[in-house]
């Protein structure tokens, strides 16, 4: 079995025969070419329903996978603005002189940009995923083995962060120091990249 990485956004996954995005579910076969979660729903009930006939529980599968992938926490959000100008001084302080070396005191081990085309996980810098120079998009993978993207929403005035924590199967590392570590990290990327403050972003109304 094979999985591939792409660029966020349904168009850029809806050509696979099972595919998803982080902010909302899943997408399986052909039929339904979105990610609205109605698709995944059968499909996950009769997984359940398969499951309890062999004397098992979604919970205890998901600990199988766990023990094969190991685990996988994730910390996602967004800021609004609505000045637009400003989501260009914010990448533009980011890009300039070179990519940061460290955020706080988390080390960035390589970065992909896919606005302007740069990704130094291959020798030749150049990124194997789609460039769009019309939106901002910046990976960095840090040293602990997280990975944040910064990116601007084409929709809405948003400026999201997607982030992810990855331990291997056998790390004794528990969720709660996983995700205590993963929030830390985070906030250091609002407060040395995003700087809320300095552009006008502001947070994530409480729902």
Not at 22 to 27: A, N, P, Q, T, V
């Amino acid at each position: 079995k094979q999985w591939y990485q792409r660029r966020v956004g349904k168009q850029w996954y809806q050509r696979r025969v099972r595919g998803f995005e982080e902010s909302i579910g899943y997408m399986y076969g052909m039929n339904v070419l979105d990610k609205d979660g109605i698709s995944a729903g059968p499909i996950l009930s009769a997984k359940a329903v398969r499951l309890y006939s062999e004397g098992s529980t979604l919970a205890q599968f998901l600990e199988g996978l766990y023990g094969r992938y190991g685990r996988h926490i994730t910390n996602n959000s967004y800021y609004l603005c609505y000045q637009p100008e400003m989501f260009d001084r914010m990448f533009g302080e980011i890009r300039d002189g070179g990519y940061p070396k460290t955020v706080g005191k988390f080390k960035i081990s390589t970065v992909r940009d896919l606005t302007v085309g740069f990704d130094n996980n291959y020798p030749d810098n150049k990124p194997r995923l789609p460039v769009c120079p019309g939106s901002h998009m910046i990976t960095f993978t840090f040293e602990n083995g997280c990975v944040v993207t910064l990116r601007t929403s084409g929709t809405e005035p948003k400026i999201k962060y997607y982030s992810e924590i990855v331990r291997e199967a056998g790390n004794p590392a528990t969720d709660e120091e996983m995700r205590a570590e993963l929030w830390e990290l985070v906030s250091a990327v609002v407060e040395h990249l995003l700087q809320p403050a300095k552009f006008g972003l502001k947070p994530r109304p409480s729902e």
